[in-house]
T-cell receptor, first 116, second 118 residues
């Protein structure tokens, strides 16, 4: 089985401050991990992913995420938040070892609010 | 710029009517997903197709919902009869699980169909 948890419904941060959106996962084998962002009245957009290799993954719009296998986490980070980063963020996971019948499993989403 | 397209973008209908939502996946993608998003339930997977064959529709209410892929360029989600509790935004996404390329398992979402059933 595969699952993902986003423990915070909402994260508030002041513009210019660093931000972190948390994600933890559970898979039987090794994970594929993804972050997606959803702006109001839009579909989800791919931000970044971890498959293998460097634990720090860089993605779109200055976002990055750190894969931590021992803590089974994949937190999304940005050094300096912008008001335009305000959106709904989803973490997703897929088990490497799954032979094909499983789709991505998405978390419940975290609303990021960046205050001017 | 390849995109997933969905029609209609908005649909308002009365309870009991049939609703059909359409999705054109990105050319070359072999996986198609239907999701429903509501405030209460968040993002729910309704159906998952691979090479046009349904792999997982366990999230879909079977008595009124049906999903098909008549060909590789069209996926449909049908609700008959519709009920007010079906009001939600329905997203289609496509992707590819072929080979071992960097894009494997990424999903590309369409803009969604906002359904209101009165």
């Amino acid at each position: 089985a595969q699952s993902v948890a986003q423990p915070e419904d909402q994260v508030n941060v002041a513009e210019g401050n660093p931000l972190t959106v948390k994600c933890t996962y559970s898979v039987s084998g090794n994970p594929y991990l993804f972050w997606y962002v959803q702006y109001p009245n839009r579909g989800l957009q791919f931000l970044l992913k971890y498959i293998t290799g460097d634990n720090l993954v860089k993605g779109s719009y200055g976002f990055e995420a750190e894969f931590n296998k021992s803590q089974t986490s994949f937190h999304l980070k940005k050094p300096s938040a912008l008001v335009s980063d305000s959106a709904l963020y989803f973490c997703a996971v897929r088990d490497w070892g799954d032979t094909g019948r499983r789709a991505l499993t998405f978390g419940s989403g975290t609303r990021l609010q960046v205050q001017p | 710029d390849a995109r997933v397209t969905q029609t209609p973008r908005h649909k308002v209908t009365e309870m009991g009517q049939e609703v059909t939502m359409r999705c054109q996946p990105i050319l070359g993608h072999n996986t198609v997903f239907w999701y429903r998003q509501t405030m209460m339930q968040g993002l729910e997977l309704l159906a998952y197709f691979r090479n046009r064959a349904p792999l997982d529709d366990s999230g879909m209410p079977k008595d009124r919902f049906s999903a098909e892929m008549p060909d590789a360029t069209l996926a449909t989600l049908k609700i008959q009869p519709s009920e007010p509790r079906d009001s939600a935004v329905y997203f289609c996404a496509s992707g590819s699980d072929r080979g071992w390329g960097q894009a494997r398992y990424e999903q590309y979402f369409g803009p969604g169909t906002r359904l209101t059933v009165t």
